[in-house]
């Protein structure tokens, strides 16, 4: 599948500016990134920028978060019943070991906490809000370690409280799934993918299915073996049952697609179509990648990370099939 690719900078390489997010809520599209001095710094910064035309260009920064002690992050966009969209931010201040999350909608340029909860998840991460029909908001976490842990956490009243239900705990790190991505939520069918992050045995992206709504989950290995340290973003078509799955091979400098149809993989994760290449940078390695994607019509937007070690830029690469 062929499709025209065009690339816009949203942050110029400033500083370490790293793991973009990206939404659309009422014909205006968000990106929350951070701000360091490199990947592993102790202070970060979180900032928002908008776009009133469809990703072409951004309006200048804010910040979102004044309080800069400790290492601050978001981690998962989602939207609410309302249509709201929420913003979980990893809040690990250097006297709390280790930090902890919390939940928050964005107004504007502002935003208002909505939820504290008290999880046994500590610097973790948790990801990108979705919704199950009747019964509400859900995303997925993982802790990190040598050990690790992964499962769900559900609010059945719009994120105001949250449950925490493990799916797989105490699990070793080449065996739990990270940065998992709900990939569409189709009747009573729910498919999941993961990104594998240790070099042991396959290094194959994980798919997670569940047939009964949430309430039990399988995992397996895909055929997808470009994938290590590399966060999956996706993007389903209802109408069609298609699903794009984008991801950025860090180590390569490359962002991927992969289009298949909901009903090929249900149950045959070895069954993903080959890839193809939408963008490429001169930089690869950890300071480069963990694309985010949304949806604006038929377009897909994607936006990732790229650079050095000390300087990185965010980057928005709009695609269109038609």
């Not at 709900?182 to 396959?202: F, H, Q, S």
Request: proline fraction near 4%; charge should be negative; aromatic fraction near 12%.
């Amino acid at each position: 599948m062929s499709a025209k690719i065009s690339k816009i900078t949203i942050v110029t390489p400033h500083k370490y500016s790293a793991w973009p997010l990206i939404g659309s809520v009422k014909g205006k599209m968000i990106c929350t990134y951070t701000v360091a001095d490199k990947h592993d710094a102790t202070d970060t910064a979180v900032y928002l920028k908008t776009s009133d035309t469809n990703g072409q260009t951004w309006s200048e920064p804010t910040e979102i978060f004044t309080d800069k002690k400790g290492v601050k992050g978001a981690t998962g966009m989602g939207y609410n019943a309302e249509g709201d969209m929420l913003l979980w931010h990893r809040n690990g201040k250097l006297e709390d070991v280790p930090g902890a999350h919390q939940l928050y909608k964005i107004e504007g340029t502002k935003t208002v906490l909505v939820s504290s909860p008290d999880f046994s998840l500590r610097s973790g991460h948790i990801g990108n809000i979705f919704q199950i029909p009747d019964k509400g908001l859900f995303a997925f976490y993982n802790t990190y370690g040598e050990t690790r842990s992964w499962g769900v956490l559900k609010s059945a009243d719009d994120g105001f409280t949250w449950e925490q239900i493990p799916v797989e705990e105490n699990i070793p790190r080449s065996e739990c799934p990270v940065e998992i991505e709900c990939a569409c939520v189709e009747g009573d069918r729910i498919l999941v993918l993961g990104r594998k992050d240790a070099e042991e045995g396959t290094i194959a992206m994980f798919q997670i299915q569940s047939c009964d709504r949430g309430e039990t989950w399988t995992k397996e290995y895909t055929n997808i073996t470009d994938s290590y340290g590399n966060s999956p973003s996706v993007i389903y078509d209802r109408k069609t049952g298609r699903i794009n799955l984008y991801y950025f091979v860090r180590f390569g400098g490359e962002l991927k697609r992969r289009v298949v149809y909901l009903n090929d993989v249900w149950d045959a994760p070895l069954n993903w179509s080959d890839s193809e290449v939408l963008t490429a940078e001169p930089y690869g390695g950890w300071d480069t990648g963990n694309v985010k994607t949304t949806a604006v019509g038929e377009t897909h937007f994607c936006t990732y990370y790229a650079g050095t070690p000390t300087t990185t830029g965010v980057y928005g690469v709009i695609v269109d099939d038609k």
